[in-house]
């Protein structure tokens, strides 16, 4: 039995979505792979439909960095609505505790040290982390309570962009698996009045920032979507970059070590590994040796 050829266009880069609230983001990659005729698509790092903002899509070989976009720094702009607690810690939830006290900026301000650094955030019930195979918020759905434990993340920053008695907007940079969500529950806690998200917008995400984005209706404007398509390399850009010759690359893309040579040479950690202004390979480079862990399948 002959199989059904796709007649989906091979598409390899970045693509920086503005995601719109109320979209998921497997609802965003469908649509976007649907706008390019794309083979294969895929995101780096979740955004929920109330959130807006920067969601990196990857196509193609862009796939393969994933992985160093999702663990390079965030950044977000948050609302939290103070005097009430949600069980999903926003307000898509059901409201849980109230209180009527309100704080202000003063206590605000000396209490959000605490919450700078390195710290144990225990992450919302309802967030997308498995337990026993399953997502949180699927057994928090079914009623379950999730018992989820305290993880270590790291918060680079957390101001205070404007604040009333019944609000606060926040500005937060973080590393990989903060949540906006327990900062507000925590902080609200720690206060004694409660809060909830009541806006969130993702600012930044590893190298991409809001000046790279486009929104669907730009993209969908197919001279827009051939601007808003960036290269593979554009998920690499935090890395440190080896230029090598076609004979070396060759050598690379077959999986093969090569001896990195010239005065700039890293000695040790990761890089990735270009010819011609095209990425060849990315892997960790030990005593000199660059030891590739992918390759790329691009012409240069």
């Known amino acids: 039995m002959s199989q059904r050829r796709s007649n989906r266009a091979v598409v390899d880069g970045w693509v920086v979505l503005d995601k719109p609230v109320g979209l998921t983001s497997t609802q965003a990659v469908s649509r976007l792979k649907r706008i390019y005729n794309a083979q294969k698509a895929g995101h780096a790092g979740t955004l929920d ?19 160093f976009v999702q663990d390079g720094e965030k950044a977000y702009r948050f609302t939290v609505k103070w005097g009430a607690e949600s069980n ?18 003063a206590e605000i301000e000396r209490l959000t040290p605490q919450f700078i650094g390195d710290i144990l955030q225990t992450p919302p019930q309802f967030s997308a982390i ?7 918020y699927d057994l928090a759905r079914e009623g379950e309570t999730v018992e989820l434990k305290a ?94 010759d076609r004979d070396t690359a060759a050598r690379l893309r077959r999986g093969g070590s090569v001896i990195l040579r010239g005065r700039d040479a890293p000695a040790e950690g990761v890089v990735y590994a270009a010819c011609g202004g095209v990425p060849v390979a990315f892997g960790e480079v030990v005593e000199g040796a660059l030891e590739p862990s992918r390759v790329f399948n691009l012409p240069f």
Do not use: W
């Not at 999903?88 to 900026?105: A, C, L, M, N, V």
């Not at 498995?130 to 949180?136: D, F, L, V, W």
């Open 151 to 244: 993880r270590a993340v790291t918060i680079h920053s957390l101001t205070i962009e404007a604040c009333s008695p019944e609000e606060t907007v926040f500005y937060m940079a973080c590393g990989k698996g903060a949540y906006v969500r327990a900062i507000a529950r925590d902080l609200g806690r720690l206060m004694g009045c409660y809060g909830h998200v009541t806006a969130l917008r993702r600012t930044r995400v590893g190298p991409f920032v809001e000046d790279d984005s486009y929104t669907l209706d730009e993209i969908e404007n197919q001279k827009m979507a051939g601007e808003a398509l960036l290269s593979v390399e554009a998920g690499l850009t935090e890395l440190p970059c080896v230029v090598v």
């Open 130 to 136: 498995k337990i026993s195979g399953q997502r949180a």
């Open 49 to 67: 439909p109330l959130a807006s903002g920067i969601l990196p899509v990857a196509f193609g070989e862009a796939t393969k960095t994933v992985p």
């Open 88 to 105: 999903t810690d926003d307000s898509d939830g059901e409201i849980t505790r109230r209180s009527d006290k309100r704080p202000e900026r």
